[in-house]
């Protein structure tokens, strides 16, 4: 078959489905009958198989490049989904962040034991090669505590100085996207940032400031440090699929991946600015620790209760017949209904 015999039984079809589309461009289907809306997608489907072969053997015709541009006009309007509300991304951050949390579950302790790991690397760091504690410590931490101070400062309010925010939304969308990277940098990052915690944790024990140390971070840390292991779970998602695409092409498993984990990333982002609000009001101010501690595991444990218990189905209890026959066991195994 050549070009001229195949476009020429089609051309009918082409035009009435190119005049069909310009009518509609920038409108919905909506406005038309049920009839007409059976035919534009008999017209889209027929015209989508034309391009398949045309593809397939006229790849570099301008018949080619015609029918692909057509095909995704009209599949805009065919397939053009509601606009954005506000209930909708309300129901979005109450049932889809949380289902994508516990989706990714597995990922989510995969980060959690690579920051932990992080943690007793470091810790043990510390302790056991004191020649290098001045390399794993800054030396004004050791200077403030032999002056009687604890060594640790917290930034002016975030309003002043919103530095807080965006270092802490730098290393989240950082995580996230080295993901792309099969994973292995996200994962480094995260054992990384543990082993600073854990270094930092073993100067202040061996000072002796621990409850002046974990109440000043208490408030904001708990959220922080799960928001850090969260982003890193989508960041290992992402590795993931580009490791172990599967069946699929290694762009398509990543773009799936991306579907999967977006409200678990737009859930990071908004989680910051609270994170990023206690750091800045909470932490830093002359609370009482035991409020502070207080303030940062209800918070914690909002965050959790969230993720864990948000947009689960219910499933209906089993209907209690309260009128069904009795049942009479009998001799031999017979039964007999009474009643």
């Known amino acids: 078959m050549n070009l001229e015999t195949f476009s020429a039984g089609r051309r009918a079809r082409w035009a009435e489905l190119e005049a069909r589309t310009a009518a509609l461009a920038g409108n919905h289907l909506r406005g038309l009958g049920s009839a007409d809306i ?13 391009l398949a072969i045309a593809r397939r053997d006229f790849p570099d015709q301008a018949v080619t490049e015609y029918l692909n541009s057509l095909c995704g006009r009209a599949h805009v309007l065919l397939n053009r989904g509601s606009a954005p509300r506000l209930r909708n991304t309300a129901h979005f951050f109450a049932s889809g962040a949380p289902r994508a949390f516990r989706a990714n579950a597995g990922y989510f302790l995969g980060s ?88 930092l944790g073993a100067a202040i024990h ?43 092409r290694r762009a ?10 977006l409200g678990l990333a737009l859930a990071v982002i908004l989680l910051l600015v609270i994170a990023g609000t206690l750091e800045a009001f909470v932490s830093p101010s002359g609370m009482p620790g035991g409020v502070k501690i207080a303030i940062g595991l209800t918070v914690g444990a909002c965050f959790y209760s969230w993720m864990l218990l948000a947009g689960r189905e219910r499933r209906p209890l089993p209907h209690l017949a309260l009128d069904a026959p009795a049942v009479e066991h009998l001799p031999e195994g017979r039964v007999a209904l009474s009643g």
């Open 38 to 50: 059976e035919r534009f997608a008999v017209l889209y489907r027929r015209t989508a198989s034309d």
């Open 252 to 261: 398509d498993a990543l773009a799936r991946a991306a579907r999967e984990t």
């Open 206 to 248: 061996a000072g002796g400031y621990d409850y002046a140390f974990w109440s000043l971070i208490a408030a904001h840390g708990v959220l922080e440090m799960s928001i850090f292991v969260t982003a890193g779970a989508v960041g290992l998602r992402l590795g993931d699929a580009v490791l172990r695409p599967g069946m699929l």
């Open 112 to 199: 959690l034991a690579c920051l932990l790991s992080g943690v007793v690397a470091g810790w043990l760091a510390y302790d056991l090669r004191p020649d290098l504690r001045g390399l794993l410590v800054p030396n004004s931490l050791f200077a403030e505590m032999a002056q009687g101070g604890s060594g640790i400062t917290l930034p002016q309010p975030f309003l002043a100085d919103p530095s807080i925010f965006l270092h802490n939304m730098e290393v989240a969308l950082l995580v996230l996207a080295l993901g792309l990277c099969a994973g292995v940098p996200t994962a480094l990052l995260i054992f990384f940032q543990g082993w600073g915690l854990g270094t």
